[in-house]
């Protein structure tokens, strides 16, 4: 019975002591800028691909292969996010000329022809 109580009274404590910066009405925001180079443009045949440093592609099969950037945030357990905003500026347009490589099919270890069901 006292394990019970004890369990009970630490989960209490951890929701708590999570929900400090809540109670508290300390706030805090974080600023996260993402700058991306030129595109490094390739034309193979009658497709072109693009690649910026430190980015992936996505690889939805059939798909336009086309690069993206992701960022994981971490907060504390208990953290209330109030709002995100996004300001997005200095949109550049180019035109290629070309369609953009689509994502190749999966391949399976032994290279074998498998289709996804």
Known sequence: ???KVAI???IVMMFLAGNAVYVNGDTESRHISLNFSSPEIEID????SLTFKGTQNLSSPGYPSMPYKSEVLTFPFGTKIESIDV????????????KIIPAAEPV???MSNA???
């Not at 300001?87 to 070309?98: F, R």
């Open 1 to 3: 019975m006292t394990g």
């Open 8 to 10: 009970s009274l630490f």
């Open 45 to 48: 045949g009658k497709y072109a």
């Open 87 to 98: 300001k997005v500026d200095n949109i550049q347009t180019m035109h290629i000329g070309k």
């Open 108 to 110: 399976r270890a032994d």
């Open 115 to 117: 289709k996804l069901i």
